[in-house]
């Protein structure tokens, strides 16, 4: 029987001075793939510099299979593969060197390595460019180099920080593919602030927001949560702005009748109907979060 | 009310194009030691031969003597100069005259000069087989030149103080660090061809030829300031050593331009060379602009650079005025910078079958270049800066085309092999040392420094007294132990000596009573000066027979007579100059390598993905405590290795087998070791400190910004150098040099208190960083 990792967050805290980042969070994870959304400054790079190791933490506790991620150390870094946010490379380096490199530094043995990379390489689809320099790689292919160092070693969790940031529709979708690929019996942790993403492939949702965990809880579960707190109204161009000024977190879209203005609130508003067709998780957000926001 | 926007829009870009340019703190410091190094290199050449005193006490003496000719007419300056004799006691003195009656010599002949050129110009203008059309240059150029000179026929020349003008014109690199300067600011220009801006600049208004124009106005305009500038240091520096420069006079008062044909004064002349070598820089300097917008790699468009310059510096070197390929040489963007040919000499240039004057031939070139490089140059902002576009996709498609042949049949196959060692470089150590020597641009810092360092330690050719000469050359056929030979050779010598002092005085005599000829006289005193000469050299190499009998007797130390000149530059107080001058390099060298060794993985923003990895603390910082030793020793070896190299070029390095005690400031030296295993233990020595110093500052730069740990370092190691030499030794106690030098410590000339509380700090501070450092890295 395969025993697969679980890691436990217990009360997670992180003050920078007076500024509280992460307040409080306690989240467990098993095998399957956790899109971690918020806004920009909610505490996502924060929470997974704290996985990491990155960042020391005010109070709480990261347990890997019981233990401390301090007192483990090195054991917890074999397991951990890390993509983080910034396109930090060695331009210098080509890429297949740059993958050699992080093999050493995660103690495989270069026979090892040389078939994980050949292999890793084509499953990112660099094979033909990795005797090039990094520097004269595209943002898309840094992005998937990166990733593919991440998995080096086989590691058991996978922590990315926004993965598929500046990255085109296509090269997106490659990535989330390549994600979901490599999720298998894994612990995948991926920070982002585009919604599509975690729709496409997240098992589960954790909802950050100024440090606090506000849900966490499948795709599925968070939409039918607030499928009857989101209301639309189909506006006219010139109208937007009038409705903006009111609801000022709303979305626009655009339907086969015309433009329809949708927001979220507990109660429905005067003009607005409830929205029937279409939720998502962006719904979700603007619930949660975007309200707040603006709040 | 639109031209007025347009012209303030104008001005107010051409603003913002310079505040660009300057804004950038690393460009400016960078020009800033560029122009120290001129100031530097310039009196370096001045005081090459004469230190700063001689030179004065020449100046002020050639300025005496000059104002005093000054208000005398030229028939009375013969006299005055024979009288001027009587004073001139030093070898300053007698320079400083022998220049100024040369001055006079010249200034006196000046008009029969001119007359002579007229005459032979007008004389061979009157030949009547020049008057066929095949000789239409000769006879044309006859009558240029006569023209030429008539203009400075009867011209007044004034004696006055030359040498600055001519000091600051002979200067070697005078026009080299602004030429640099200039390309550095043409690459500068260029700068933000990445990063998306060529797009956004393109897509504006005023982005493309109007754009292209400016900066070609503003670089020229940088190359004038820039060669302002340092010409003026040259200037002031030339004056601070030689005097004042009398602007008032007409050039040809100064022999070095005898032949400008026109009258003008020497003010006029400095701007009118001024004008002239600023324009033949900006010239270069546009023309590297050029390349850079025409071609967009930028290490092509530097090769493009190189090429051009290396085939017109071939041709200004190997061709002459009157080859059939002349044009080459003087249609040449370097010749223009050559110009005592053109600018201080009067020339006829043959074009089309006439005669014209190369000043015009010159002129007419440099302005033709400026116009089609800044033409081309402001053309290339016309096309689009990705692809299309007619200029830049000719460019770009043979620099691609020759990029890809080159890298498809000669690089890919070098580089095929290396590839199967990817993954064994690529571990933490080698990598490591490909960050600082490649990354981190280190090796070029490395060749720079060494270049740097050779340069500063060769010394100018051994000068030999007459002396010095004999005991050199009784070493270079008796080196060795004392033997009885060598006995014997030095007794018949005395004796050879003594007699020929003895027959010199016996001569003397019978010459005083008129028994003798003169010529006998001269003979024997002639060789009594040379037995004398013999005599001082035996004394000296008898008191070294009787070191040698000494150290024998009381300590059974067999040492070897020899040149030992070369192991006191190494070792002794005699070449502490040259070897703080290589401690500096060598510290220097392990400061800008070592310092950056975690800055590096913060600029690359790898700091985090290293950290998550299991080797990427404790054992990444390993690696590179490793890098740091490893790259100490090797700075050790190559600049000690340039140490010793010099010296044993200049001097020699004789008899490396012999006792160290040979060598006599060494020979108390406890231990019986010869010179070779003396020479590696000092620098293996050497090796350790120099390694325990990198290991510090390896783990200095843990902790603090580059920046910081540079001039830390820096204050530490050179301040109490530089403050010693205000005369309080408790510097030099305080100094570090002696640590790295060792040399003081094996001789005692440091003393042991010092020396090892020097260490112990060193030593402190590498414990008390390590444990630091570690704990910052690991986070």
Known sequence: MVIFMKLEIKNLKKNYGQKTALNGVSITFEAGIYGILGENGAGKSTFLNLLTDNVARTSGEVLSDGADILTLGKKYRRKLGYMPQQQGLYEQFTGKA???????????????????????????????????????????????????????????????????????????????????????????LFATHIVSDIECIADYVVLLHRGEALRIDTPANLIDEVKSRIFERQCKKEEIDEVRTKYPYGNVLQKRDGLVYRIAEERQPEGFLPAKEDLSLEDVYMFHIGRKIAD | MDALRSR????????????????????????????????????????????????????????????????????EWTEYLAAAEAYADSESRRNALMEIAEQA??????????????????????????????????????????RAYKRVEGVPLVPGNDKPLVRLIGYRYLFVFPLVMVILTAFVMARGQKNGMPQVIYSTAGGRFKLGVKRCICLCASSFLLHALCLLQLCLLSVRLYGEIDFGRSIQSIEMFSDVTYCI????????????????????????????????????????????????????????????????????????????????????????????????????????????????????????????????????????????????????????????????????????LYKTLVCNKGVWVLLFLAFAASGTVTERTRVFTETEQYIHDFYEKYA??????????LLSERETAEFLVREYKRIYELYREGKTEKTEYYKAEAAAREAGIALQGLDFIDSEVRRADALKEARGIQICLFDTAGYQRLFTEAGANTQRKIAVFALLSQMVLLSGSFQYEETSQMVRLLRSAPKGRTGLFRAKRKCAVVLSVFVTVLFYAIHIYAAAEQYGLPELSAPVQSVKTLQDFPLPVS???????????????????????????????????????????????????????????????????????????????????KLAVLLAVLLGTGALSRKNWRG
């Not at chain 2, 002949?109 to 239409?136: H, M, T």
């Not at chain 2, 001789?747 to 090892?756: L, M, Q, S």
Request: proline share 2%; charged share 20%; hydrophobic share 45%.
């Open chain 2, 265 to 432: 004064s020497t003010a006029g002349f400095v701007f009118h060379f001024y004008l002239i070598t600023s324009f033949a820089i900006a010239i270069i300097g546009v023309f590297v602009w050029m390349c850079i917008s025409l071609i967009p790699h930028t290490a092509m468009a530097a090769l493009a650079v190189s090429a051009f310059l290396l085939a017109e510096q071939s041709f200004a070197g190997s061709l002459t005025l009157q080859h059939s390929l002349r044009y080459l040489k003087y249609m040449n963007v370097l010749e223009y910078l050559r110009t005592d040919e053109y600018l201080f000499h009067y020339y006829g240039f043959g074009i089309f079958g006439g005669a014209v004057g190369l000043l015009t031939v010159m002129k007419a070139g440099m302005i033709v270049f400026f116009l089609l490089f800044s033409i081309c140059g402001s053309a290339a902002f016309l096309s689009r800066p990705s692809g299309g576009g007619r200029i830049k996709a000719i460019f770009q498609s043979v620099s691609h085309f020759i990029g890809t042949r080159v890298k498809s049949v000669y690089i890919c196959k070098a580089a095929d092999k290396p590839k199967r060692y990817v993954g064994k470089c690529c571990r933490l150590f080698p990598a490591e």
């Open chain 2, 675 to 757: 010179l070779v295993v003396y020479l590696t233990g000092i620098n293996a020595a050497r090796m350790i400190v120099y390694a325990l110093a990198g290991v510090c500052l390896f783990q200095l730069s843990a902790v603090l910004e580059q920046k910081a740990l540079l001039i830390g370092a820096t204050m530490i190691v050179v301040v109490p150098v530089l403050l010693e030499r205000t005369g309080h030794a408790v510097w030099g106690k305080l100094s570090l040099f002696e640590l790295f030098n060792v040399n003081g410590i094996v001789t005692g000339r440091a003393e042991p208190a010092w020396t090892f509380g």
């Open chain 2, 8 to 75: 303030n829009c104008f001005d107010r870009r051409m603003s913002m194009e310079c505040y660009r340019f300057f804004y950038h703190k690393k460009i400016l410091l960078l020009f800033a030691a560029l122009f120290l190094l001129n100031g530097a290199l310039f009196l370096r050449e001045q005081l090459s031969g004469s230190s700063y005193i001689e030179i004065r006490e020449e100046t002020d003496f050639r300025l005496k003597l000059s104002e005093a000719l000054s208000v005398r007419s030229d028939t």
């Open chain 1, 98 to 188: 740059f993958l050699f490199y992080m093999a050493s530094l995660k103690e495989i043995s270069l026979k090892e390595a040389k078939g994980q990379i050949q292999e890793l390489l084509l499953k990112v689809n660099l094979s033909d460019a990795a005797g090039k320099r990094i520097s004269r790689y595209s943002g898309g292919m840094k992005q998937r180099l990166l990733l593919a160092q991440a998995l080096l070693g086989k590691p058991e969790l996978i922590i990315l920080d926004e993965p598929t940031a500046g990255l085109d529709p296509k090269e997106r979708i490659r990535m989330r593919n390549l994600i979901t690929e490599v999720s298998k019996d894994k612990i995948v």
């Open chain 2, 105 to 146: 010599e010249y200034l006196r002949g000046y008009e029969d000069y001119v007359q002579g050129i007229l005459a032979g110009a007008e004389r061979i203008s009157g030949f009547s087989v020049f008057d066929s059309e095949s000789s239409g240059f000769s006879k044309q150029n006859a009558e240029n030149t006569v």
């Open chain 2, 480 to 489: 060795g132990t004392v033997t009885e030979e060598m006995r014997e050779y």
